[in-house]
């Protein structure tokens, strides 16, 4: 019976490529705090979203995987990023202290593919912004000028749409979309709030229709993204001043857990409708850029881990490391946990 319900979603989700925000992921930056700049992200997803820690060190040559004027370039800055194999970097940190987070947009129009333009496939877009650059200002400012295009392809059986938020040391943010084929640059200490559809500006225009936020409108209760944004946004305004680490991480951990989705029964006919569904929170992070620490807990563990990226060798003679997070019990600091690992494949058009 299980085989059957697995197949029968299959061939759903390839009914829906466009249509469903699955990927229902949230992001939320403290950057008011007064002691220390923390954001933190949900990963949302139908299924099993197995990613993993890898060091990943500068100087290395890469391509954009698109063939006709595909970008190449050589890595500036080494990165700690949760990754999964197949699809690439998800979440990271550079050397830099730049962070940067991957989020589901189904509404994303990356265009239609020009040969006379360079591109990259979605799969390294996020991977080649820690690559290259050291701040959000550095990261608007090169988006702000449509460098390249973007490819994308099928993730899961959907076709892959997503859109970036960073944030650095500094309290500084940025969010990229890609509408009507060029990129659209949020750029705003102010923008510390994301999820998914509909698109950013709109999302700021719903936020001021609720209390808080200029409006008359309750708070929403639903695990739709439009609700998401509004209950991060207001739960993040009302934290308390953080006096040390340990509070403006377990605080940004309570929103994050306020708008993560519980473990639910997939609604197949929601599925088939193109309607959203029940996607629940398999991993959420919170990185410290203030203090270097990046904290991962698995909705299917009671542990949560964390690595100090400033103690990390970044060298290009360090070579690939990579903390196996899948039925592992660590817990706690594991900075010292790295063993050297492969290379992974990333998602790539077809």
């Given at each position: 019976m299980r085989m059957l319900i697995q197949k029968f979603m299959a061939v759903l989700l390839g009914f829906t490529m466009v249509a469903t925000s699955v990927l229902a992921c949230s992001r939320a930056l403290w950057n008011t705090n007064g002691h220390a700049v923390t954001v933190g992200r949900n990963m949302d997803w139908i299924n099993n979203m197995p990613a993993d820690f890898f060091v990943i060190p500068r100087g290395i040559e890469r391509d954009g995987l698109v063939g006709t004027n595909s970008v190449k370039w050589k890595s500036k800055y080494g990165q700690l990023a949760l990754v999964r194999e197949g699809a690439g970097v998800m979440d990271g940190v550079n050397e830099k202290g730049l962070a940067g987070h991957m989020l589901w947009l189904g509404t994303s129009d990356y265009g239609a593919r020009d040969l006379t333009r360079p591109a990259m496939s979605l799969g390294v877009w996020l991977q080649y912004c820690l690559d290259n650059f050291g701040s959000v200002a550095e990261v608007a400012a090169a988006f702000e000028k449509d460098p390249f295009q973007i490819v994308t392809t099928k993730f899961d059986g959907m076709k892959a749409s997503t859109h970036l938020a960073f944030e650095d040391s500094t309290g500084d943010s940025v969010i990229i979309e890609y509408q009507d084929g060029k990129p659209k640059v949020y750029h705003s200490r102010k923008h510390t709030v994301m999820t998914n559809d509909p698109?950013?500006?709109?999302?700021?225009?719903?936020?001021?229709?609720?209390?808080?936020?200029?409006?008359?409108?309750?708070?929403?209760?639903?695990?739709?993204?439009?609700?998401?944004?509004?209950?991060?946004?207001?739960?993040?305004?009302?934290?308390?001043?953080?006096?040390?680490?340990?509070?403006?991480?377990?605080?940004?951990?309570?929103?994050?857990?306020?708008?993560?989705?519980?473990?639910?029964?997939?609604?197949?006919?929601?599925?088939?409708?193109?309607?959203?569904?029940?996607?629940?929170?398999?991993?959420?992070?919170?990185?410290?850029?203030?203090?270097?620490?990046?904290?991962?807990?698995?909705?299917?563990?009671?542990?949560?881990?964390?690595?100090?990226?400033?103690?990390?060798?970044?060298?290009?003679t360090s070579g690939l490391r990579k903390i196996d997070l899948q039925g592992n019990n660590l817990i706690g600091d594991s900075t010292k946990a790295f063993k050297p690992a492969k290379v992974f494949s990333v998602l790539k058009p077809e």
């Open positions: 698109v950013y500006s709109k999302q700021l225009e719903k936020l001021a229709n609720y209390k808080g936020f200029g409006g008359n409108d309750p708070l929403p209760g639903s695990n739709a993204a439009a609700d998401r944004f509004v209950r991060a946004a207001y739960y993040l305004q009302g934290l308390p001043k953080a006096s040390n680490n340990r509070e403006s991480v377990a605080y940004v951990f309570s929103v994050m857990r306020n708008v993560s989705q519980p473990f639910a029964e997939v609604d197949l006919k929601a599925i088939a409708s193109g309607d959203p569904h029940n996607s629940p929170t398999r991993w959420r992070t919170v990185i410290d850029l203030t203090n270097g620490n990046f904290y991962y807990e698995s909705t299917l563990s009671p542990n949560i881990i964390w690595v100090n990226f400033k103690e990390l060798d970044f060298s290009t």
